[in-house]
Protein backbone atom coordinates (compact mmCIF):
# COMPACT_ATOMS: atom_id res chain seq x y z
CA UNK A 1 0.00 0.00 0.00
CA UNK A 2 0.90 3.52 -0.91
CA UNK A 3 0.39 6.44 1.05
CA UNK A 4 0.25 9.78 -0.10
CA UNK A 5 -0.30 13.00 1.01
CA UNK A 6 -0.52 16.94 -0.72
CA UNK A 7 0.49 19.76 0.95
CA UNK A 8 1.05 23.37 0.04
CA UNK A 9 -2.60 24.78 -0.78
CA UNK A 10 -3.83 28.11 -0.25
CA UNK A 11 -5.21 31.49 -1.13
CA UNK A 12 -3.66 33.68 -4.27
CA UNK A 13 -4.90 36.34 -5.92
CA UNK A 14 -4.99 35.93 -9.51
CA UNK A 15 -2.14 36.06 -11.24
CA UNK A 16 -0.40 34.58 -8.41
CA UNK A 17 1.65 30.76 -7.95
CA UNK A 18 1.45 27.72 -5.57
CA UNK A 19 3.60 25.16 -5.23
CA UNK A 20 1.57 21.76 -4.23
CA UNK A 21 3.82 18.79 -2.94
CA UNK A 22 2.62 14.78 -2.99
CA UNK A 23 4.74 12.53 -0.59
CA UNK A 24 4.44 8.93 -1.42
CA UNK A 25 5.80 6.52 1.17
CA UNK A 26 7.47 4.69 -1.59
CA UNK A 27 8.46 4.45 -4.82
CA UNK A 28 5.55 4.39 -7.55
CA UNK A 29 6.10 4.68 -11.31
CA UNK A 30 3.96 7.05 -12.49
CA UNK A 31 2.22 10.30 -10.41
CA UNK A 32 -0.38 12.61 -11.50
CA UNK A 33 -2.03 15.54 -10.35
CA UNK A 34 -5.87 15.71 -10.49
CA UNK A 35 -8.51 18.64 -9.79
CA UNK A 36 -11.84 19.06 -9.06
CA UNK A 37 -13.83 21.92 -8.39
CA UNK A 38 -17.56 22.30 -7.27
CA UNK A 39 -20.01 21.01 -9.66
CA UNK A 40 -18.10 19.91 -12.04
CA UNK A 41 -16.36 16.34 -13.00
CA UNK A 42 -12.41 15.80 -11.87
CA UNK A 43 -9.96 16.58 -14.16
CA UNK A 44 -6.37 15.36 -14.63
CA UNK A 45 -4.07 17.94 -15.57
CA UNK A 46 -0.27 16.77 -15.17
CA UNK A 47 1.29 13.38 -15.20
CA UNK A 48 4.83 12.04 -15.12
CA UNK A 49 6.12 8.73 -15.18
CA UNK A 50 9.63 7.04 -14.77
CA UNK A 51 10.80 6.76 -18.19
CA UNK A 52 10.38 10.62 -18.24
CA UNK A 53 7.09 10.99 -20.06
CA UNK A 54 5.18 14.43 -18.70
CA UNK A 55 1.64 15.32 -20.21
CA UNK A 56 -0.19 18.27 -19.19
CA UNK A 57 -3.88 19.14 -19.92
CA UNK A 58 -4.72 21.95 -22.31
CA UNK A 59 -6.35 23.97 -19.56
CA UNK A 60 -2.40 23.92 -17.62
CA UNK A 61 -0.13 23.78 -19.98
CA UNK A 62 2.53 26.65 -20.10
CA UNK A 63 1.52 27.44 -16.95
CA UNK A 64 1.99 24.51 -14.20
CA UNK A 65 4.63 21.79 -14.20
CA UNK A 66 4.83 18.68 -12.86
CA UNK A 67 8.24 17.35 -11.66
CA UNK A 68 9.16 14.46 -8.82
CA UNK A 69 12.84 14.03 -7.19
CA UNK A 70 15.07 11.18 -7.89
CA UNK A 71 13.92 9.43 -5.00
CA UNK A 72 10.78 9.28 -7.07
CA UNK A 73 8.61 9.77 -3.56
CA UNK A 74 8.27 13.77 -3.70
CA UNK A 75 5.91 15.10 -6.60
CA UNK A 76 5.68 18.62 -7.22
CA UNK A 77 3.38 20.60 -9.28
CA UNK A 78 4.16 24.48 -9.77
CA UNK A 79 1.46 26.70 -10.48
CA UNK A 80 1.91 30.30 -11.83
CA UNK A 81 -0.39 32.76 -13.67
CA UNK A 82 -3.34 31.53 -11.85
CA UNK A 83 -6.73 32.43 -12.33
CA UNK A 84 -10.03 31.96 -10.70
CA UNK A 85 -10.89 29.19 -12.79
CA UNK A 86 -7.84 26.74 -11.16
CA UNK A 87 -9.76 27.04 -7.82
CA UNK A 88 -10.47 23.29 -6.99
CA UNK A 89 -9.24 20.28 -4.57
CA UNK A 90 -5.99 19.09 -6.13
CA UNK A 91 -5.09 15.83 -5.37
CA UNK A 92 -2.41 13.72 -6.32
CA UNK A 93 -2.45 9.71 -7.63
CA UNK A 94 -0.13 7.75 -8.43
CA UNK A 95 0.33 3.54 -9.46
CA UNK A 96 2.94 1.20 -9.84
CA UNK A 97 1.55 -0.90 -12.75
CA UNK A 98 2.92 -0.18 -16.58
CA UNK A 99 0.62 -2.14 -18.44
CA UNK A 100 -2.78 -1.53 -20.04
CA UNK A 101 -4.36 1.76 -18.71
CA UNK A 102 -2.35 1.76 -15.89
CA UNK A 103 0.44 4.69 -15.78
CA UNK A 104 -0.82 5.00 -19.57
CA UNK A 105 -1.32 8.80 -19.26
CA UNK A 106 -4.79 8.93 -20.13
CA UNK A 107 -5.00 11.35 -17.31
CA UNK A 108 -8.23 9.10 -16.37
CA UNK A 109 -8.89 8.26 -12.72
CA UNK A 110 -9.15 4.53 -13.07
CA UNK A 111 -5.28 4.52 -14.30
CA UNK A 112 -4.55 4.86 -10.58
CA UNK A 113 -4.52 2.65 -7.49
CA UNK A 114 -3.60 4.99 -4.89
CA UNK A 115 -4.98 8.43 -4.19
CA UNK A 116 -4.43 11.19 -1.79
CA UNK A 117 -6.99 13.43 0.46
CA UNK A 118 -6.49 16.10 -1.64
CA UNK A 119 -5.05 20.14 -0.82
CA UNK A 120 -7.11 23.35 -1.69
CA UNK A 121 -6.15 26.23 -3.91
CA UNK A 122 -8.47 29.02 -3.98
CA UNK A 123 -7.75 32.02 -6.42
CA UNK A 124 -8.99 34.93 -5.96
CA UNK A 125 -9.87 37.91 -8.65
Known amino acids: QVQLVESGGGSVQSGGSLRLSCAAS?????MAWFRQAPGKEREGIAF???????IYADSVKGRFAISRDNAKTTLSLQMNSLTPEDTAMYSC??????????????????????WGQGTQVTVSS
Open 48 to 54: IRDDGKI
Open 26 to 30: SYTYC
Open 93 to 114: AADLRIYGIYCSGRMKGDEYKY
